[in-house]
């Protein structure tokens, strides 16, 4: 009965889902990307940013790796456009744009 | 050999439930159903079984916590009555949904109100569409032996869903008569042991258990139970086939007593279809042909067989005990008449209520119910579609 997760999507008919929707195997909401629940979009404006690096830990999902002491580009799987790093950013680096 | 001994159909189900051994009971009392746990208890102290008994503080827990130890990996059972049912309610769809085979010893009694200990079917009714299989016994013996086939049942890999096995509050629960039971090897041997595939304590494969189901996923999820329930039908007929093997008692959807040529018939859930077999043998010593269809699997409904086993008769009395409120009769009444209806067994049938709260089933009523359908049929009386029978008026 059991079915590796990753070969289940919205197209499976319902006889090849697991019984009870039972998820086989550990680590798998890496493969959820709630990114998709997003209605407004967070954008890095690289020209203003001082690197102070306040938006990095405000992030509740963790979208803002920093490589070597400085942020980089926002990885958007996992961000749900709440807008607290647009809010901590002191510097108008980022902007809230509507939309996905 | 079997053994001949004398108790109550409490201590009967407790009885399946020493033979069986099953590893976890999470259990909460309430009347009539309190004596099962208590039993169990008194086993596992005196060291006759190893069965993890949970006391938990309400039914809303013991039913959380079987489905907790049912997903870890456990056979588990609970017993319990009326509002103790009631406040399971979340969790027996929690349970049928995540396709856990738990065992539910169900005492039937009434719910309140008025507040009453006693029997009718309300309690249980209102669970029909809870995704539960639902069995009832008439007597200590059936009780017996529909809790000795519930795991195997319940736990069939094409049908993993949990099982209600129902008997009546006090008249069956609590009244001792003879029995037959089985050897526990016998038992041991019949119900076999439960090795689920995927399971919560495999540290091998880690599992997530009722996760939440998007649109995308709910209503497959759904139809996935819906055809286990489906399968059941056949795995109930399977088991009982093996069951008569070791037993030698015959069990199906329904038994018919005296059906096959009767003209009139009654249909029932439980201990009344006693009252109403002594009634019938009084009736055809008298020459009227009537008989009965007593009701064992509710959930799944067996509505081609009951219509098939109906479409001879020239009328039929549909007993609930239970009211549905829904304004119109009860809810075995409503399903069968649909069944009778989709089959097109265009008979005539009527609805009757009765031994609400625990108000008593006599051969009397039995047979002021044949009169009545043999009165529409020959004289074309007029007797509503359903009615309260021993309601003081």
Request: hydrophobic content about 40%.
């Amino acid at each position: 009965m059991s079915t590796d997760i990753s070969k289940i999507n919205p197209a499976t008919p319902y006889h090849q889902l697991t019984e009870a929707l039972t998820v086989v195997g550990g680590g798998t909401s890496r493969q959820f990307h709630t990114g998709e629940w997003r209605t407004s979009t967070p954008l890095f404006i690289v020209e203003n940013c001082k690197q102070c690096l306040l938006c990095t830990p405000t992030c509740p999902d963790s979208c803002i790796p920093v490589v070597e002491g400085k942020r980089q580009e926002f990885e958007l799987d996992y961000c749900k456009g709440c807008g607290i790093c647009a809010n901590v950013c002191s510097f108008s680096a980022i902007e809230m744009k509507e939309g996905f | 050999m079997a053994i001949r001994e004398r108790m109550s159909g409490n201590e009967a189900v407790a009885h399946a439930i020493k033979q069986i051994n099953p590893d976890v009971l999470p259990a909460f009392p309430i009347t009539p159903s309190t004596e099962i746990p208590e039993y169990v208890a008194t086993y596992i102290a005196n060291g006759e079984i190893d069965t993890e008994f949970i006391p938990v503080e309400s039914e809303h827990s013991s039913m959380s916590a079987a489905v907790g130890a049912s997903a870890a990996g456990a056979r588990t059972l609970t017993a319990t009555s009326s509002c103790g049912l009631a406040l399971m309610w979340e969790e027996l769809y929690i349970a049928a949904s995540n396709r856990l085979p738990i065992a539910l010893a169900l005492v039937n009694r009434t719910l309140s109100g008025p507040i009453n200990i006693n029997c009718d079917h309300t309690d249980s009714m209102g669970a029909r569409d809870s995704g539960w299989i639902q069995i009832y016994a008439e007597n200590n013996q059936e009780a017996y032996d529909n809790f000795v086939q519930a795991y195997r049942i319940a736990e069939h890999q094409d049908v993993r869903l949990p099982i209600m096995i129902c008997q009546d509050g006090f008249i069956t629960s609590h009244a001792v008569e003879n029995i037959e039971l089985l050897e526990d090897d016998l038992v041991k041997a019949f119900v076999g042991d439960y090795a689920p595939a995927e399971y919560l304590l495999n540290a091998a494969r880690p599992l997530a258990v009722g996760p939440y189901a998007i649109s995308d996923y709910g209503m497959e999820a759904r139809k996935n139970q819906e055809e286990a329930m489906e399968r059941s039908r056949q795995v109930i007929l399977d088991v009982a086939a093996d069951f008569a093997k070791v037993a030698g008692r015959s069990y199906a959807y329904f038994e018919e007593y005296r059906l096959e040529d009767a003209e009139y018939a009654m249909l029932m859930i439980g201990s009344a279809a006693g009252t109403a077999k002594d009634a019938i043998d009084e009736l055809r010593e008298q020459g009227m042909m009537v008989g009965l269809l007593k009701l064992r699997v509710y959930r799944p409904f067996p509505e081609r067989e009951i219509a098939e086993a109906l479409r001879h008769v020239k009328a039929v009395a549909i007993m609930d005990r239970a009211e549905s409120y829904r304004g119109g009769g009860g809810p075995l009444g409503m399903e069968v008449n649909a069944a009778l209806f989709k089959y097109k067994a265009f008979i005539e049938s009527r609805n009757y209520i009765y031994g609400l709260a625990g108000r008593d089933f006599t051969t009397d009523l039995a047979q002021q119910i044949f009169a009545e359908l043999e009165s529409l049929v020959v004289e074309g009386q007029q007797i509503p579609d359903y009615q309260y029978i021993g309601l003081r008026k």
